[in-house]
Each structure stands twice: as structure tokens, then as C-alpha cells.
């Protein structure tokens, strides 16, 4: 993943432009601190059976079209991208999203910037239930396993757990001195941890709703955090703490530093300083994956030692989501919405998620079937996973 890469861009809605003949929509590429590109996609009709053609320039190579996907090379860089186009943009809010998650029964849970939050039918795009109680944003929501249950964090410094049939707000989590900006679930959520601009990351006790623990103490704000599993397995004694005992949590600062930590034993395993504030991260198949404020990706192994980066554009980093096959995506201010492997085999394949025209992608959820981009523009754009994977085979 060293080679440096450019990143290809391609107008919002080239997918209904490139339908019709005799159109044209842009294309352009970018190395990393150098000047764009631009390029033109023309349309014109095929002779022979009198199907769409599409036209590109020497710097490209065409591969396919359907109704949602473009593939391309790019010739320079060997690149092969293919941009993939929403199956459905819902349109839930009314101002900037800034978190969205949903279940596998199709239910959805998003925020948006006008303090709103909302469970809806993704497949219907029918609003059920307006969650009431927080007092100001709500930075992350996120469903539990069970598909039924919802758990929300924001600005006013509480966790707050609700019905998702009902709408009943039964347990509230309080102890942050300021906002909560992302939150993990243990196993099936009768612990969940909160990470806050108050430099602390905190264990919960949902049915008692206690804080058993501080798990992390940051010197500064902590931005992100995400959980996997490891070998080291303890046992633990307090039964109000479940399935922690082979967990480890990880979580960015804004002051660039990475710390990882083992939940059940309380114990920092190690912290890693980059170069910029750490804005996002996942975990896949035991890769930390880290996205900064400079546009850098930094891909970490549990030990905290770096495997490699990615810093293929300088446009801050503001969402990562882990997706199966060791897939990763990513989303950034300038819009760019791109699908990466981390097996070396697909190094020189990107698939970029279309339909932003521009505005950042603030969150990314992915419910086993559906890739959800939670964007400024209000927005929510679904896309199909098996459009993406067919691309990393």
C-alpha cells in the first residue's frame, strides 16, 4: 500500500448523466499536493447495437458500465476504481446529519445537526419514532445487537438507551463533565463503554446505570473509539461486568495520540503519537485503521506498532467503518467516500460511493447487507454491498 496513489473524483450525478446520449460529465485525478487533472466522459451511441458507448480520454481506460457502477483504470497509476452510485438517497433530515446506524431488520437510528433523533424504516423511508431528551446534538447513535434497542450520546454529556419500538428512554448514563463523541457495545450491551472530549473513556453498567470504571484517561479529548477481541483473557469477578474479559478498547485523541487498553484488567497496553488529531478508527481482522486530520490513514497492529500508511489526500478524515473480506471505507470533508482492502492483492483497487456533491461524509454504518453514509448535506445515502465486494474478488 506505499505506492502513491491519485485519488479519482467523478461528478455526483454521473450515473444519470452517462444514460442518455451524447452527454458529458467530469472526471479528474489528484496525487496527493499536486494540481488536479480534468478530464471529460462523453456518451455516444454504439453503431453496431445501438447501446450507450461510453468515451474517455487517453488517461483512462473504460471497463464497464451498469445502472449503479463505472469502472475505470486509470493508465498512469494502474489504478482501477469503481464508482458506485446510491441505490436510494433518504432524505430523513432536514440539516446536516451526523451519526446514523442501523439494524439488521432495516430499522435505522441518525441524528442530524438540528438536535433531531430519529428511528425510521430504510425501506420505506417512514419516520417511527422522534427520540426526545437529549439537550443539544447528539454526536452518535448506535443500535445494539438485539436490533431493538438504541443507545444515543451527545453534547449534553449522557448516554441515553432507548426502545426502538417505543420510544421509551428507560436508562440515562451520566458521568462525563463534557460531550460524549462516540461509543462502543460490549458483546450484547450490557456493558457499553463512552469516550468524551473530557479525556476519559468510561465502562457502564447499563441495568444499574452506574459507571463501574474510567478504562482510559486522555491528557485532552478523545475523538473515536473502537473494540475487538484478544487471546488474553481474564476472568472477572464484578458479575455487573460481562464479556470484557478479552476485550481491548482503542480509542483517538485530538492531540494525535492512540492508546490501546485491555477493558478488564484497567491496563494501557500502549500509545502511539501521529502527526495529526485522530478523528476516526475501526478495528478489522486485528488492524487498527486510524483516519487524521491531514487526510492520512495509518493502519496500526494490537501491539501499536505500524503496518503502513495511506495518505492518498490531504481532506480530513471525518468517518471509518469495518466491513467484511477485510474491507474497510472511508469517509472525508471534501465528500470522497471510498472502499479500501486491506489484503495486498487489491492495493491498486479503490470503489468510490458516489452522490455527494462535496459535503463530508460524518458517519458510515453497515447492517450485513447495506453500506449507510450519513452526510452534510442532510442526507442519507444507501448503497449496495454486493455492488462494492464484487470489486475485491
Not at 483512462?60 to 451498469?66: A, D, H, I
Not at 453500506?371 to 454486493?386: E, L, P
Amino acid at each position: 500500500m506505499s505506492k502513491l496513489l491519485p485519488v479519482i473524483s467523478i461528478q455526483c450525478d454521473w450515473n444519470d448523466v452517462l444514460r442518455l446520449p451524447n452527454e458529458e460529465a467530469w472526471i479528474s485525478s489528484k496525487y496527493l499536493n499536486l494540481t488536479s487533472t480534468h478530464d471529460k466522459i462523453r456518451t455516444t451511441i454504439n453503431k453496431n447495437d445501438g447501446k450507450i458507448k461510453v468515451n474517455l480520454s487517453d488517461n483512462y481506460q473504460f471497463v464497464s458500465l451498469s445502472n449503479l457502477s463505472l469502472v475505470i483504470k486509470h493508465n498512469e497509476s494502474d489504478l482501477k476504481v469503481a464508482f458506485v452510485a446510491p441505490t436510494k438517497a433518504h432524505n430523513v433530515h432536514q440539516k446536516a446529519v451526523l451519526s446514523v446506524s442501523t439494524a439488521e431488520n432495516a430499522l435505522a437510528v441518525s441524528s442530524c445537526e438540528g438536535d433531531n433523533l430519529i428511528v425510521w424504516d430504510s425501506r420505506t423511508n417512514e419516520k417511527l419514532l422522534d427520540l426526545k431528551g437529549h439537550g443539544g446534538p447528539v454526536y452518535k447513535c448506535k443500535f445494539f445487537p438485539s436490533g431493538v434497542v438504541v443507545i444515543s450520546a451527545g453534547a449534553d454529556g449522557s448516554c441515553r438507551i432507548w426502545s426502538a419500538e417505543s420510544g421509551i428512554n428507560p436508562v440515562t448514563l451520566k458521568g462525563h463533565t463534557m460531550s460524549i463523541a462516540d461509543i462502543c457495545i460490549v458483546d450484547k450491551g450490557r456493558n457499553v463503554i463512552s469516550v468524551s472530549k473530557d479525556g476519559l473513556a468510561k465502562l457502564w453498567d447499563v441495568g444499574e446505570s452506574k459507571c463501574l470504571d474510567n478504562i482510559i484517561q486522555a491528557e485532552g479529548p478523545i475523538n473515536c473509539c473502537a473494540l475487538t477481541v484478544t487471546t488474553d483473557n481474564v476472568s472477572v469477578k464484578n458479575d455487573r461486568e460481562v464479556a470484557t474479559g478479552d476485550k481491548v478498547l482503542v480509542v483517538g485523541c485530538e492531540n494525535g495520540l492512540v492508546i490501546c487498553a485491555h477493558v478488564a484488567k484497567r491496563e494501557e497496553l500502549f500509545r502511539k503519537q501521529l502527526g495529526h488529531a485522530c478523528n476516526a478508527c475501526a478495528i478489522v481482522d486485528q488492524t487498527i485503521i486510524v483516519g487524521c486530520s491531514d487526510g492520512k490513514i495509518t493502519l496500526l497492529n494490537l501491539e501499536g506498532s505500524v503496518i503502513s500508511e495511506i495518505h492518498e489526500s490531504a481532506s480530513p478524515i471525518l468517518s471509518i467503518a469495518a466491513l467484511p473480506n477485510q474491507l474497510f471505507i472511508v469517509g472525508r470533508q471534501d465528500g470522497n467516500c471510498t472502499v479500501i482492502s486491506l489484503q495486498e492483492t487489491f492495493s491498486l483497487v479503490r470503489v468510490q460511493l458516489t452522490g455527494s456533491d462535496c459535503d463530508g461524509i460524518r458517519d458510515l454504518a453497515f447492517n450485513g447487507k447495506w453500506i449507510f453514509a450519513g452526510c452534510r448535506d442532510s442526507y442519507i445515502r444507501k448503497y449496495d454491498f454486493n455492488q462494492i465486494n464484487v470489486h475485491f474478488k
